[in-house]
C-alpha cells in the first residue's frame, strides 16, 4: 500500500500514543490519590437593611434564615444607629479527588479552618446544603469547634465527600461589602485555597486545569497526524532531487526502469531522467568512462545489469534492485509447452538439432540467442547450462542459412529482447530466451514452463532468475540525483513500477533474502 511507508508509521504510532497518553491522564485523575483540595469562594456579599433596636440570637439553623429573627450589638441588644450590615455566602467543598475527613484537618485547635472578614464583625451565622447533604449540619455546633469573635468565624471539622460541599450565610456588621474575606487552614498532603467563581451551585470540574490543556495540547497533535496521513501528501516523495540522470544498461529491466524514470520526473520538479537501454555489459562501459571522464566528480549516470557484472572496474558499487524472471519462447506453432533443464542444455549446446529426437515435428532447431554483454545471456549461461562454458558460436547470422553445410547447429544472435522475439515469431522451429513481461508476447510466440514451474521471480524453485544490480562509480553523494533516484526505486513509490513488470524489488518479504547483501 502507498501509505504504508516509514514516515506514515511514525505518525500513527504517535497518534497512538498521544490517545493512550490521555486515556491514562484521565484515569489517573479519576483513580489515583492525589493532594487533598479545599476550596472556598464568596457567592454573595451585599448589605442589609435591619429594624431597629431587634436582638441577634446568634444561633445556627441548618436550612433556615434563623439568625435573621433579630438584629442587634452584643451589649444592649439594639442595632447602633449608623450601623451597616451585610450577608455574606460562603461555600466551602471538596475540590480534590478522594474523600476528606475529620482526621485529614491539620492543626492543635478543635476548628479545621478559620474565616476572616477584614474590616466586620460577626453577628450570626446559617448553614446551608444542597439536598441530600443535610448531615453535614449536625456538624456546625460549639462543641465540634464553632464559634466566632469580632471578624473571625472558626469552622468545625467538616468530612466532605469528593466534590461535596456547604455553604455559610454570615451576617456582619460594619465595614463595606466587598471587603476582603479569606479562610485558613490546613490539610494532611493537601491545601486549602480560593477556587474559580462559578455559578451558584455549579458542581466541581471533571479535570483540574492543567490536565485540561495537556488533553487539548494531544488531541490537537493527534488531529494533526491524523490529517497529514489521511491527505493527499503534497511533500515531495522519499528520494526526491533535481537535476540530470542517465540511466543505461539491461535491457530485461528498461520497462520497469522507464516507468520509474517517468513516475519520478512527475513527482520531483526539476528533475530529468534519460533512459538508454544498451544492455548490461555495454551499460557498464558507459558508466565506467563517463567516471573517468569526470576526473574526480561523480557521473550522474547509473547502470543495471542482469547478475553482477563480470569484471566491473574496482571503483564501481552496485546495490540489489530486484529479482528477474526470465523465460524460454518458442515459435508458437510447436506444440512444446515444456522442457527440463537437461533438454535446454542439449538444445543450446547443439546436442539436439531437431525437434524430432524430442518427440516434436521433423523440424530443425534454430537457437536464438543474444549477443555477447548481454545480461540476459549471462544469466542463460549461468543458470541453464551449469558448465561454465559460454555458448557455441554464430552458425546463421541470418537465422535462416548456416555458414557452412557440416555444422549441424543453427544458431544467431540479436541485440535485444524485442528483436529476439521477432526473429523467434517469423522462424519455424526457433526457439530463445527472453525476460517474462507484462506485456503480451506476440501471437506467435509461445512461453514455456521449465521443469514444469511456471517464469516467476516469486517461486523460488524456479531456476531461470537474476537479482538486477544498479551500479554507480563510487557512492553517489546523498543529495544527487543518482542517490534520489535510487532511494525512489528500491524503498519509495519507484517500486510500483516493479512490481507492474511481474518483478520483484528486493525490498518485498518474498525475495526471500535471495537478492543477498549491497556488494562493493
Known sequence: MDWFSAENVVAIGTAVLGVGASIVLLWYERRVPRRRHLGY??????????????????????????????????????TPQGSALSLVLLRVENDGAEFLDSSHYTGHELHGLTAEFTGR?????????????????????????????GGTLKIPRVPLGRGEYYKLLVLLDGGTPGDPVTVHGG?????????????????PPLLS??????????????????????????RLPIGCAT?????????????????????????????????????????????????????????????????????????LRRRPVALTAFTLVVNAKLPRRDLSTSRIREIFLGTVTNWRALGGPDLPITVVSRTSGSGTRATFEHTLLHKGEGEPAVTAPDCRTRTSPRVALLRCERPSTDALLRTVAATPGAIGYAERRT?????EV?????????????????PFTAVEYAYTYGTPPETSPAAGFLDYLTRGPGTNAILRQRQLPCVEPESGGRCGAPAR
Request: glycine residues 12%.
Open 209 to 234: 486545569r492543567w490536565a485540561w490543556v495537556i488533553i487539548s495540547a494531544l488531541t490537537a497533535f493527534v488531529c494533526v497526524l491524523a490529517t497529514l496521513i489521511l491527505l493527499p501528501d503534497e
Open 243 to 315: 537535476g540530470h540522470l542517465t540511466l543505461t544498461g539491461s535491457t530485461a529491466f528498461a520497462p520497469a526502469v522507464q516507468g520509474a524514470a517517468r513516475a519520478y520526473e512527475k513527482e520531483c520538479p526539476g528533475a530529468e531522467v534519460e533512459v538508454v537501454a544498451a544492455g548490461s555489459g555495454e551499460g557498464i562501459e558507459t558508466l565506467t568512462e563517463r567516471g573517468l571522464a569526470a576526473e574526480g566528480r561523480f557521473p550522474s549516470v547509473i547502470a543495471f545489469s542482469d547478475g553482477p557484472a563480470i569484471d566491473a572496474p574496482p571503483r
Open 187 to 203: 490539610l494532611l498532603e493537601g491545601r486549602v485555597t480560593p477556587n474559580r467563581a462559578l455559578s451558584p451551585d455549579d458542581t
Open 446 to 462: 509461445r512461453a514455456l514452463t521449465i521443469g514444469g514451474t511456471a517464469p516467476t521471480a516469486r517461486t523460488p524453485d524456479y
Open 439 to 443: 506485456d503480451t508476447l506476440p501471437r
Open 121 to 149: 464583625r460577626v453577628r450570626g451565622l446559617d448553614v446551608t446544603q444542597r439536598p441530600g447533604s443535610e448531615h453535614l449540619a449536625t456538624h456546625f455546633t460549639p462543641g465540634a469547634g464553632l464559634a466566632w469573635s
Open 41 to 78: 469562594r464568596v457567592q454573595v456579599d451585599m448589605p442589609i437593611r435591619a429594624r431597629a433596636g431587634t436582638v441577634a440570637t446568634g444561633r445556627v439553623t441548618p436550612g433556615g434564615l434563623g439568625l435573621l429573627d433579630g438584629l442587634g450589638d452584643d451589649g444592649d441588644g439594639r
